[in-house]
């Protein structure tokens, strides 16, 4: 099959990136800025035409939460109109989007992990432009995967366990939220569940679907901080703090834990706890700072 991946350098596209190379079944293709804005038909139709795309696995996005709330019309051309493009793209070629969504669909304001039926409430941009992406998908694409996905960390790109690395080297202590409750996604995770997917993907058999997919497990923010130091061996001294101790722009969650049933159910998957997924991303990230 010819595969599309977009957003091809941000964390998830390149943990596929890192994954492709073991697929000899599969011809991927990898693109990001500038070469391919999905904000642009002409451009997404040509390439698609090109190699003969069968399947889209749209990893690019506006992901900057709290710049968002000023930049809306950026985080809206990407989150919204770019899978807009990408599904029309896919529905001409009778293709398959595969769309990546977020735990920030939600308004945190349940007690139970959500399910994929749960009512779509976000707090803002972000989540908003998010949502509308995923409608679109809906409305225009014959044949997609919708997966929301949460706390995503990789090797690649800046993220939460990065951060909190540096800072724990460098600071003695730290302040970190504890009222914000959720699950870590090691992206490796995930891209391998998107590739056994992409793998079992039967065009005669398909319906379309929306699926929730994290690690096992539930912790707050300052859990993770401290898994971390605890992991690295670092001594930093995590503090538990209150979301209005430390004020962000954009209003987050307090609660977006998501139900995995629904893809454990179809698709049989083992999903690692996130503490063990993490341990591992911290043996990958020292394996690679020792070249
Ligand atoms: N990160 C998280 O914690 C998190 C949590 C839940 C869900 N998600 C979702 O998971 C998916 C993958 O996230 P990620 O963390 O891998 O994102 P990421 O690291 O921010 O990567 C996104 C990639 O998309 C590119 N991009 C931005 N605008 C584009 C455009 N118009 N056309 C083509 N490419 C464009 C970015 O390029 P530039 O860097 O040059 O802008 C970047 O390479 C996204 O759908 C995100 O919403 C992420």
């Not at 990893?59 to 990408?86: I, P």
């Not at 971390?228 to 503090?239: D, F, G, H, R, T």
Request: hydrophobic share 40%; with cysteine.
């Amino acid at each position: 099959m010819n595969i599309l991946v977009t957003g091809s350098r941000g964390q998830l596209g390149s943990e596929l990136q890192e994954l492709s190379v073991l697929s000899d079944n599969h011809h991927f293709f990898f693109c990001d800025l500038p070469d391919l804005d999905i904000t642009s038909p002409d451009r997404v139709a040509a390439l698609c035409r090109e190699h003969e795309i069968e399947v889209i696995i749209n990893c690019a996005a506006y992901t900057a939460v709290d710049k968002a709330e000023s930049d809306v019309d950026a985080a809206f051309r990407v989150n919204r109109d770019g899978a807009a493009v990408l599904a029309a793209c896919a529905r001409e070629r009778n293709a398959l989007l595969i769309h990546i969504s977020t735990d920030y669909v939600f308004n945190g304001k349940a007690h139970l992990p959500y399910r994929e039926t749960d009512p779509a409430t976000p707090l803002g941009v972000y989540g908003v432009s998010k949502w509308e992406g995923e409608e679109e998908v809906r409305r225009i694409a014959p044949s997609y995967w919708i997966i929301r996905t949460s706390w995503l960390y990789s090797v690649y790109g800046a993220n939460f366990v990065k951060t909190m690395l540096r800072l724990g080297a460098e600071r003695p202590t730290l302040s970190v939220v504890a009222d914000q409750i959720g699950t870590p996604t090691w992206a490796a995770d995930l891209a391998s569940a998107l590739v056994s997917m992409v793998e079992r993907y039967d065009k005669e058999r398909f319906y379309s679907a929306t699926y929730h997919y994290s690690n096992e497990g539930v912790c707050s923010w300052y859990d993770f901080a401290q898994a971390i130091m605890e992991l690295a061996a670092l001594p930093c001294k995590v503090m538990a703090v209150e979301s209005s101790q430390y004020p962000q722009i954009a209003q987050r969650p307090h609660y977006s834990v998501l139900n995995k049933s629904a893809i454990k159910q179809a698709w049989g998957f083992d999903i690692p706890h996130w503490r063990q997924s993490l341990a591992a991303m911290l043996v990958k990230l020292q394996q690679k700072a020792n070249g």
